[in-house]
């Protein structure tokens, strides 16, 4: 059955806000089917809207004028967990892709990514998954003052094996276990496995939590 989502897009650029209407209304998705309810071209009028109305889904630019964006995502999580937030940039700065999973984003793209990443950015974050887009990666570690790289420092930091290191990296680019099997052969309950230890051992009980834990400690 079509699952019908609202959308809430949060953007001052007009062009490619109908762009985007255009893209999410001709999806040709067998799953969902996206409506535009909401656009606001600035933190006021966003207010407004989250005053009155929830959307499904948020796509929000993290540039948006007279807004503090990341605590806006904050406090849209903290009100209903249940929204889901893709941030759409002009460039990829590791250290706001950082603090915008730290402050609770579900996705992250770039706003010169494709038609089919877009789609599949809002369809893996519609069915409850976490989205890092292409090209997208964690700031290089600065002072170095033990000379232990970020992967050996983390790992002897949580107890992860070396196996367990190379799984958490793959999830922090958003695969599943299915896409991890593939990439390092092994089954997709091997896979399951590893996730679930890597979970226990770091404290967390969900994947999004790991791809932010993989991006706040430079592994990706």
């Known amino acids: 059955m079509l699952r019908h989502l609202d959308i809430l897009v949060a953007d001052h650029h007009p062009i490619f806000v109908e762009g985007l209407r255009s893209m999410l209304t001709n999806t040709g998705d067998e799953r969902f089917s996206y409506h535009i309810k909401g656009v606001a071209s600035n933190g006021p009028e966003l207010a407004e809207y989250l005053d009155g109305s929830q959307p499904d889904l948020f796509l929000l630019?993290?540039?948006?004028?007279?807004?503090?964006?990341?605590?806006?995502?904050?406090?849209?999580?903290?009100?209903?967990?249940?929204?889901?937030?893709?941030?759409?940039?002009?460039?990829?700065?590791?250290?706001h892709i950082q603090a915008a999973f730290r402050a609770g984003a579900d996705g992250y793209m770039l706003k010169s990514g494709s038609h089919d990443e877009l789609l599949q950015a809002v369809g893996e974050l519609a069915e409850g998954r976490t989205f890092v887009g292409r090209g997208l990666m964690a700031m290089d570690v600065q002072n170095n003052q033990d000379g232990l790289t970020p992967d050996l420092r983390f790992a002897r930091k949580?107890?992860?094996?070396?196996?367990?290191?190379?799984?958490?990296?793959?999830?922090?680019?958003?695969?599943?276990?299915?896409e991890i099997s593939e990439r390092i052969f092994i089954s997709d309950q091997t896979a399951s496995v590893h996730r679930k230890n890597i979970m226990r051992k770091l404290g967390v009980n969900s994947t999004g939590s790991l791809i932010k834990m993989a991006f706040e400690n430079h592994l990706v």
């Open 61 to 95: 630019d993290p540039d948006l004028p007279d807004a503090e964006v990341l605590k806006i995502v904050s406090t849209v999580k903290q009100n209903n967990a249940k929204i889901r937030i893709l941030i759409l940039n002009g460039s990829g700065d590791p250290a």
């Open 158 to 178: 949580s107890g992860l094996t070396r196996r367990e290191m190379e799984i958490l990296k793959l999830i922090g680019q958003a695969l599943t276990n299915k």
